[in-house]
């Protein structure tokens, strides 16, 4: 039996490692002992057996030890090391599946990772992941026809099932990565050219059936999609319950979610800290609190001349028996099942490789597609013609 090895203990990083028990020799390495001990009882009550190992993944040189013994390794950091542990296990040699959403650009390690003929999938996820591999099949899928995408938009958000004022959202993974994605300039592709834009900007509002209205503003979410993909129109946004963004336009404004030091009788603060501080055990998810994702991914194009709408539609709920959150289940089993991919073959390009590279080709979509829905997590396409307001 094939060994693999998670990296962080947090709530996606358990359910990976817990899925991954069911096939492979898994342990999983964290800082924080009680994470560990999390981790490996999720495993347990499933009747797998996952082995804890404490480790610094912060030190570059400790996390080469780390992974050392194992066939392959499977990533679930914080953006705060995120990119330098893509670094150090692609050093190491070791093939590499990650959902670790951090600001650097990991394409800028592709030759270091040909280099150690290493794979290295990075953003495979839910959004960045299963949205970048869904954009890049159906893309592939206009220009196969002979035709082209025009336009693709990514809509999509972890939500809770139940909010509540003043926040009206909870946090299915780090708050401060929460502000971050709240803060972070936005890349977007307007007539062919990628522009910079302010996050939280662009309002639109959607219906989704059985969650009701969202609303969608702009995020830095397209990641390697605005340098991989040829599509003229291209913009991702996040979705909360209305009321949320007004109340972090007011908070962003007011500059408290600044990094820049203000003195506060006579001591120097970051404000982004204190809000921090204050705000994060409110967006903390309760033991057993359901959450929901959802998603929707539109491209339009032509293909056979005609115009055309591809839309595809995700909304996933609270896994009650696993006690698992949506957020978990829908970004770690999109991992867990490309990691597969690689473990058996399937994915052995060396280098340093994108989703949506995954989905060109064929056959990648609908075999990550199938595992899933086996899980209980189901993607629903849908074709027509574009309706007066396009993606």
Known sequence: MQTAIVLGAGMVGSVMAADLAADFRVSIADARRSSLDAAVARSGKLGRSVAPLLADLSDAAALKRTVAPFDLVVGALSSRIGFNALRAVIEARKPYCDISFFAQNALGLDGLAKEH?????????????????????????????????????????????????????????????????????????????????????????LEFAGVGRLEAVNTDGLRSLADTLDVPSMKEKTLRYAGHYDLMRGLKAAGLFSEEEVDVGGTMIRPRDVT????????????????????????????????????????????????????????????????????????????????????????????????????????????????????
Do not use: H, Q
């Not at 953003?123 to 893309?139: L, R, T, Y």
């Not at 995700?314 to 770690?332: E, K, Q, W």
């Not at 993607?379 to 993606?391: D, F």
């Open 276 to 391: 921090a501080a204050l705000m994060f055990p409110e967006w903390t998810y309760a033991p057993g609190e359901e959450d929901l994702t959802v998603m929707r991914i539109i491209v339009e194009g032509t293909r056979a001349g005609k115009r055309e709408r591809v839309t595809w539609d995700l909304c996933d709920v609270y896994d009650r028996a696993a006690g698992a959150t949506s957020m978990s289940r829908t970004t770690g089993l999109a991992c867990t099942g490309v990691a597969r991919m690689i473990a058996d073959g399937r994915v052995r390009e060396p280098g340093v490789i994108p989703p949506e590279r995954l989905g060109r080709t064929p056959g990648i979509l609908d075999s990550v597609v199938g595992m899933l829905r086996a899980k209980g997590i189901v993607y629903g396409r849908t074709v027509g013609s574009p309706g007066p307001a396009s993606a």
């Open 117 to 205: 003929g290493v794979t290295a999938v990075v953003d495979c996820g839910v959004a960045p992941g299963m949205s970048n591999m869904i954009c890049g099949a159906e893309v592939a899928g206009f220009e196969g026809s002979g035709g082209a995408a025009e336009a693709l938009a990514i809509y999509v958000g972890g939500l809770p099932r139940r909010p509540e004022p003043p926040y009206f959202y909870k946090a299915a993974f780090a708050p401060s990565d929460v502000i971050e994605e709240y803060t972070r300039p936005v890349r977007i592709v307007e007539g062919g050219r990628t522009v910079v834009k302010e996050a939280l900007t662009e309002p639109e509002f």
